[in-house]
T-cell receptor, first 113, second 111 residues
Framework: NAGVTQTPKFRILKIGQSMTLQCAQDMNHNYMYWYRQDPGMGLKLIYYSVGAGITDKGEVPNGYNVSRSTTEDFPLRLELAAPSQTSVYFC????????????FGPGTRLTVT | DQQVKQNSPSLSVQEGRISILNCDYT??????FLWYKKYPAEGPTFLISISSIKDKNEDGRFTVFLNKSAKHLSLHIVPSQPGDSAVYFC??????????FGTGTSLTVIP
């Protein structure tokens, strides 16, 4: 049972480039989330999903897109990367029975220069 | 606008003593509160939660207290152990499954 996995662990992007951060979970959780954590700050919710085919915006969705075609995968797409998107990105999941206990992946550290 | 605030960036405590981490919030629509623990280079891990209709929840060495009138919650760790040294995040949920996190408190437990 791998839990929540994220790839890549690190990435450096140039301004204007695009990339997809991958997230997968093997716990059959319906709920999945993407957060970003800037230095010295708390986690901020970017997007979340309550099941395959259903996504919704969180607190800071601008500059990002998501899709949820399967229960297991929840990729986060960055289009036209900007320096303000330099951050650590965490993916998380939770079950319908216990929404409040989120399981987090190890994070992806992204630098945009 | 930070809806969940942790005003103490760091806390040091002797091993065996009590650690008290504090959190304040502004949104009265929060219905659930949580504490997460985070080690460097890892994702946060869930510690304990409390519903807004309760004022205390206990799990082993960890107890969370909620004071709704003051919009304040606290996490008590007794006794503190060196392995508890980590960053602790307070979080809160509004209906619709949106979670808001505080900025974290770095706890150091001194052996």
């Amino acid at each position: 049972n791998a839990g929540v996995t994220q790839t890549p662990k690190f990435r450096i992007l140039k301004i204007g480039q695009s990339m997809t951060l991958q997230c997968a979970q093997d716990m059959n959780h319906n709920y999945m989330y993407w957060y970003r954590q800037d230095p010295g700050m708390g986690l901020k919710l970017i997007y979340y999903s309550v099941g395959a085919g259903i996504t919704d915006k969180g607190e800071v969705p601008n500059g990002y897109n998501v899709s949820r075609s399967t229960t297991e995968d929840f990729p986060l797409r960055l289009e036209l990367a900007a320096p303000s998107q330099t951050s650590v990105y965490f993916c998380a999941s939770s079950s319908g029975q216990n929404l409040y206990e989120q399981y987090f992946g190890p994070g992806t550290r992204l630098t945009v220069t | 606008d930070q809806q969940v605030k942790q005003n103490s960036p760091s806390l040091s405590v002797q091993e065996g003593r009590i650690s008290i981490l504090n959190c304040d919030y502004t949104n009265s629509m929060f219905d659930y509160f949580l504490w997460y623990k985070k080690y460097p280079a890892e994702g946060p891990t869930f510690l304990i939660s409390i519903s807004s209709i309760k004022d205390k929840n206990e799990d082993g060495r960890f107890t969370v207290f909620l004071n709704k009138s003051a919009k304040h919650l606290s996490l008590h760790i007794v006794p503190s152990q060196p392995g508890d040294s980590a960053v602790y995040f307070c979080a809160a949920r509004v209906t619709g499954n949106q979670f808001y996190f505080g900025t974290g408190t770095s706890l150091t437990v001194i052996p």
